[in-house]
T-cell receptor, first 112, second 113 residues
Framework: GENVEQHPSTLSVQEGDSAVIKCTYSDSASNYFPWYKQELGKRPQLIID?????GEKKDQRIAVTLNKTAKHFSLHITETQPEDSAVYFC???????????FGAGTQVVVTP | DVKVTQSSRYLVKRTGEKVFLECVQD?????MFWYRQDPGLGLRLIYFSYDVKMKEKGDIPEGYSVSREKKERFSLILESASTNQTSMYLC????????????FGEGSRLTVL
């Protein structure tokens, strides 16, 4: 089955700097890769996703890149703000549609 | 507005008790999921369901069962709770067949003493 590894586990950045989170996956058949943000005490919510026929996708200050050959994808947050502080999870849709493998999560702390 | 509701935010149970966690979604979604969230382990899939009366094992089904008698409701059952089942449980739903957004509930934090 699918296995997703996520790094780093914690990330501290100064406000205004960029943050990058990287994930690798094992199943070459995976073709959908969402990113979820979970604020403290809240439910995870989708912030951006990418499909295997696209190499990069951008939405305002966040972007996701996908390298299918190397089987890794990354989340990029530019001009970080305190409200970006949260746990971020990457995921990959594995051999059964709708069935996702999640990474272990990255705690991002943005300090003013 | 999309809504997934979990019946209990916090539960405290004793070892050996039977535990029911209820989840209801109002989006007419076909797919429903139960995840377990533990620090450093991310979200791990316990069971999921593509349709009423259907269920599929996820990655960590041992010690759990599920029930989906109606499309909008998906229940997680711990037949005999154990301390290693102390965790945060998240229900989610999604529409269609693959590649769809998961909508999560607020979570149920279960403590087994």
């Amino acid at each position: 089955g699918e296995n997703v590894e996520q790094h780093p586990s914690t990330l501290s950045v100064q406000e205004g700097d960029s943050a990058v989170i990287k994930c690798t996956y094992s199943d070459s058949a995976s073709n959908y890769f969402p990113w979820y943000k979970q604020e403290l005490g809240k439910r995870p919510q989708l912030i951006i996703d990418i499909r295997s026929n696209v190499g990069e996708k951008k939405d305002q200050r966040i972007a996701v890149t996908l390298n299918k050959t190397a089987k890794h994808f990354s989340l990029h947050i530019t001009e970080t703000q305190p409200e970006d502080s949260a746990v971020y999870f990457c995921a990959a849709e594995g051999d059964s549609w709708g069935k996702f493998q999640f990474g272990a999560g990255t705690q991002v702390v943005v300090t003013p | 507005d999309v809504k997934v509701t979990q019946s209990s935010r916090y539960l405290v149970k004793r070892t050996g008790e039977k535990v029911f966690l209820e989840c209801v979604q109002d989006m007419d979604h076909e797919n429903m999921f139960w995840y377990r969230q533990d620090p450093g382990l991310g979200l791990r899939l316990i069971y999921f369901s593509y349709d009423v009366k259907m269920k599929e094992k996820g990655d960590i089904p041992e010690g759990y069962s599920v029930s989906r008698e109606k499309k909008e409701r998906f229940s997680l059952i711990l037949e005999s709770a154990s301390t290693n089942q102390t965790s945060m449980y998240l229900c989610a739903s999604s529409a269609g067949q693959g590649g769809g957004e998961l909508f999560f509930g607020e979570g149920s934090r279960l403590t087994v003493l």
